[in-house]
Every structure is written in structure tokens, then in C-alpha cells.
């Protein structure tokens, strides 16, 4: 199963736009990019997938360059409340979604 | 509710014992998957259904899993003879079909004493 690496962490202050940056040399075709979002206790949330160039919803934006060897998930405007682990996950002919150890952003005042 | 309900939320036992994880989809989801996740760490692929019937259980650990999703909807995680290192979050997720998004549930916190 093609593998991603992210940032292990990242900070960020409130009001401030954030970007995590996901590698993910050996993609298949056939890999949808997904992004998903996890505070303590709780299952992930699905933010946003996509497949080639820019993809944007009501909560983030996902920029992935031609050759899709990464991928960049965009947040706009950081609130406290953003403070949680960002995954970066391929999905596609693996019905499996295989996480990694995620990106811990904290979002400060 | 709308999304995917885990019962119990939390459950401690005794090493040995038997358990059952409860997994309410999303109506209409024909795909559920479970996961496993340990602490600081990103969730763990156990097995998946696409209806009734197992596709692919290649992540469970050992025969002492086993996951049943009798009528395609409601699924149950059984764990038998239960170990200290089965304690972890198991989490549940379903999709309207396979390769869709995944929606997760919150999870059913397992601590083996």
C-alpha cells in the first residue's frame, strides 16, 4: 500500500491561513487524496477529497500539483477549535484507508 | 442519528473474558469497515463488508477476531479470550459504497485489566 509522510507537528496562531504538506511518491492511479480531521475521543472526520488540481468546500481547500506526488490541505483562518491531528490518507483500489501518525496542529492565541 | 453509532463507548474487562463491539452504520451505507487504534497513533485496518458478507478481514491479528454483519447493516466485533495488548480504540466507519468517504464513529474504548 503506497505510503504518506506528513509534518509530525505543527503550531499556528489564531486568524493565521495553515498548510500541511503530505508526500506520497508511490501513488496510484487509481488513489483518491483524502484528509481527514481527529480530536481526542473522537473517530476522524472527513474533510475533503481529491483527485488532481484544486479542490475547495465550506472548511478547507486541497492543492495537488500535476504529477500528485503531494498534496497540500489548506485551512483558512485557524480558531482554537482547529487544534486536533490532520491524516493524510490515499484511497483507491485498496479498500483499506492506511493511516499514518497524522499531523498534530495547535492552533494558539 | 445521522452518523455512525459505536456501542459501548467504553468497556473494561478482565483479561480472558469475551466481548462484543457494537456498530450502527449510517443508513443506507452498504460498505463498513473497523479499525483499531492505539494511543498516538493513526487507525489500524481490521476488516471490511460490503453487505453481508466479509471482503477482506487480512487485518485481523489473530482467530481470536471475528466480525459478523448478519442482515448488511449493524455489525458486531467479537474478541474472545481477551489479552492486555487488545486494550485500544476500535473504531467503526461505513461508506454508501466502497471507495466512497469513509464516516467513522467515536469509537469503543476497550481496556483489558
Known amino acids: 500500500l503506497a505510503k504518506t509522510t506528513q509534518p509530525i507537528s505543527m503550531d499556528s496562531y489564531e486568524g493565521q491561513e495553515v498548510n500541511i504538506t503530505c508526500s506520497h511518491n508511490n501513488i496510484a492511479t487509481n488513489d483518491y487524496i483524502t484528509w481527514y480531521q481527529q480530536f481526542p475521543s473522537q473517530g476522524p472526520r472527513f474533510i475533503i477529497q481529491?483527485?488532481?488540481t484544486k479542490v475547495t468546500n465550506e472548511v478547507a481547500s486541497l492543492f495537488i500539483p500535476a504529477d500528485r506526488k503531494s498534496s497540500t490541505l489548506s485551512l483558512p483562518r485557524v480558531s482554537l477549535s482547529d487544534t486536533a491531528v490532520y491524516y493524510c490518507?490515499?484511497?483507491?483500489?485498496?479498500?483499506?484507508?492506511?493511516f499514518g501518525s497524522g499531523t498534530q496542529l495547535t492552533v494558539l492565541p | 442519528g445521522a452518523g455512525v453509532s459505536q456501542t459501548p463507548s467504553n468497556k473494561v474487562t478482565e483479561k480472558g473474558k469475551y466481548v462484543e463491539l457494537r456498530c450502527d452504520p449510517i443508513s443506507g451505507h452498504t460498505a463498513l469497515y473497523w479499525y483499531r487504534q492505539s494511543l498516538g497513533q493513526g487507525p489500524e485496518f481490521l476488516i471490511y463488508?460490503?453487505?453481508?458478507?466479509?471482503?477482506?478481514d487480512s487485518g485481523l491479528p489473530n482467530d481470536r477476531f471475528f466480525a459478523v454483519r448478519p442482515e448488511g447493516s449493524v455489525s458486531t466485533l467479537k474478541i474472545q479470550r481477551t489479552e492486555r495488548g487488545d486494550s485500544a480504540v476500535y473504531l467503526c466507519?461505513?461508506?454508501?459504497?466502497?471507495?466512497?468517504?469513509?464516516?467513522f464513529g467515536d469509537g469503543t474504548r476497550l481496556s483489558i485489566l
Open positions: 481529491g483527485y488532481k
Open positions: 466507519a461505513s461508506s454508501t459504497t466502497v471507495g466512497q468517504p469513509q464516516h
Open positions: 463488508f460490503q453487505g453481508t458478507g466479509a471482503a477482506d
Open positions: 490518507v490515499l484511497s483507491g483500489s485498496a479498500r483499506q484507508l492506511t
